[in-house]
Structure formats: structure tokens, C-alpha cells
């Protein structure tokens, strides 16, 4: 994992989008991350990027906030999912919250997406809340740190 750089921004951009254009499906919108000011996030978070043999192939957005560390994305690239690249991302996660003195972890994902919801059960995450918008339902999702 390294930080994303500007001269990243359009493969990050272009990971993001693949990742998420399976959800376009299942949810019957388009996601929340593919909605979003990517100039703005890169200027307010801290973006994260995953190489396998030089190219990306996940990506991970974190925001620094006082009561915890929250997951503001976490994107696998379609070729590389079930591989281990998102435990990779979120070990790096709990180990920037550490770093950050940080005793959580917070994160949101769309309640249609229940292989989402189902792995980041399996990796420590309990649902937090469940928020109605008005095109969904989003699902907050919270761990605790050891």
C-alpha cells in the first residue's frame, strides 16, 4: 500500500468505477463513491492505493475523524476480488487507526449489497445503524479496536 499521488488520480478514478459498477446492478442506483468530488476527497482524505506487480488493484479512502478512523471507500479491482486484496486494505485500516491512536473503525455500504454487509461481518464489523436516503438504505457498520 502507498499513498495515492497526483499523477494516480485517473487510474484510481477508473479502479473506483469498475469496482463499483456491480452495484449499479444490484442496488438499482449508482453508488454513493462514484457520486463524489474525487478533487475534493483527494484534498480532504487519505487515499491509499494496492500494486500488484506495479499496477493498481485496490484502493482504499480513509477520513481521519476525532472518535474514529472511517473507511470512506474500499475498492478491489474486478479482476482481483477474491484474492485478498480487500483483507489487505483492511488490515491497513486497523493499522492506520492504531498509528492514529484511533479505537475504531466506521464504514457505510449499500443494505442491498449483502455480500458487503456478510464480509465485513466476517472480518469484525457489526452493523452500527441503517440509514434511509432517498433513493436507499445505507447501512452503517462500526469495530471496535483491540
Known amino acids: 500500500m502507498r499513498p495515492v499521488l497526483p499523477?494516480?488520480?485517473?487510474?484510481?478514478?477508473?479502479?473506483?468505477?469498475?469496482a463499483f459498477g456491480r452495484n449499479v446492478a444490484?442496488?438499482?442506483v449508482e453508488p454513493l463513491?462514484?457520486?463524489?468530488?474525487?478533487?475534493a476527497i483527494f484534498a480532504t482524505h487519505?487515499?491509499?492505493?494496492?500494486?500488484?506487480?506495479?499496477?493498481?488493484?485496490?484502493?482504499?479512502i480513509l477520513k481521519p475523524r476525532p472518535e474514529d478512523l472511517y473507511i470512506w471507500s474500499i475498492a478491489t479491482a474486478p479482476a482481483?476480488?477474491?484474492?485478498?486484496?480487500?483483507r489487505l486494505m483492511l488490515a491497513a485500516a486497523e493499522e492506520r487507526a492504531h498509528?492514529?491512536?484511533?479505537?475504531?473503525?466506521?464504514?457505510?455500504?449499500?443494505?442491498?449489497l449483502v455480500d458487503n454487509v456478510?464480509?465485513?461481518?466476517?472480518h469484525g464489523f457489526s452493523i452500527e445503524s441503517v440509514e434511509d436516503l432517498a433513493d436507499r438504505r445505507v447501512v452503517h457498520m462500526v469495530k471496535t479496536l483491540g
Open 7 to 18: 499523477a494516480d488520480h485517473a487510474a484510481a478514478l477508473a479502479l473506483q468505477r469498475a
Open 26 to 28: 444490484i442496488m438499482g
Open 33 to 39: 463513491p462514484l457520486r463524489a468530488d474525487y478533487d
Open 46 to 60: 487519505e487515499a491509499w492505493l494496492a500494486e500488484r506487480e506495479g499496477a493498481p488493484v485496490g484502493m482504499l
Open 80 to 86: 482481483m476480488q477474491r484474492q485478498g486484496v480487500g
Open 99 to 112: 498509528a492514529l491512536g484511533r479505537t475504531c473503525l466506521r464504514l457505510r455500504t449499500g443494505e442491498k
Open 118 to 122: 456478510a464480509w465485513y461481518s466476517r
